[in-house]
């Protein structure tokens, strides 16, 4: 039998951790980068185009440094790459075209997530398809805002 001294040992270590739970997850303690990233859905259609829903015209909008979760479904266009690429999504600054560092993705068809940090340094940048996905590639394309 299991005694009394022990069983109030037992809830004080139950009470621990739950304590320990609660304020871990208030904190934010044990997530990942992932789970803190806003998600921002893009499809990148069959017709060559960069889709978000509700939106017209695709803007992404982001502030300096923010982590954001690029939740991309690519739908094939007529043309592949030999990897099985069906899509790109890569950034440009707008100014001068060049690329950001760590923004170059081959889409496969499906759904991929991307994590990454926003540009820091403010302005307009281009995300633009870097697979020649059909005749209509070259339209492949939307604005990208950086605020500070």
């Known amino acids: 039998m299991i005694s009394l001294g022990r069983w109030r040992g037992a809830a004080i270590v139950l009470r621990l951790l739950v304590a320990v739970t609660a304020v871990s997850s208030m904190c934010g303690w044990g997530q990942s980068t992932q789970s803190r990233a806003r998600v921002i ?3 990148a259609d069959h ?3 960069y ?3 509700d ?3 695709p803007v992404i909008t982001v502030k300096t440094g923010e982590q954001i979760n690029l939740r991309i479904t690519a739908k094939k266009a007529k043309n592949l790459n030999r990897d099985g690429s069906i899509h790109g999504f890569s950034l440009l600054r707008a100014k001068d075209r060049k690329p950001v560092p760590d ?3 081959l889409l496969k ?3 991929q997530e991307f994590t990454v940090a926003a540009p820091s340094e403010p302005g307009e940048y281009l995300v633009v398809c870097t697979v020649i996905c059909s005749q209509d ?3 492949m394309n939307m604005r990208f805002v950086v605020l500070p």
Request: charge should be positive.
């Open 55 to 57: 939106q017209k015209r």
């Open 109 to 111: 068809p499906g759904t």
């Open 47 to 49: 017709d060559s185009r």
């Open 137 to 139: 590639h070259e339209g």
């Open 51 to 53: 889709k978000i829903k």
């Open 41 to 43: 859905e893009i499809l």
């Open 103 to 105: 923004w170059d993705f």
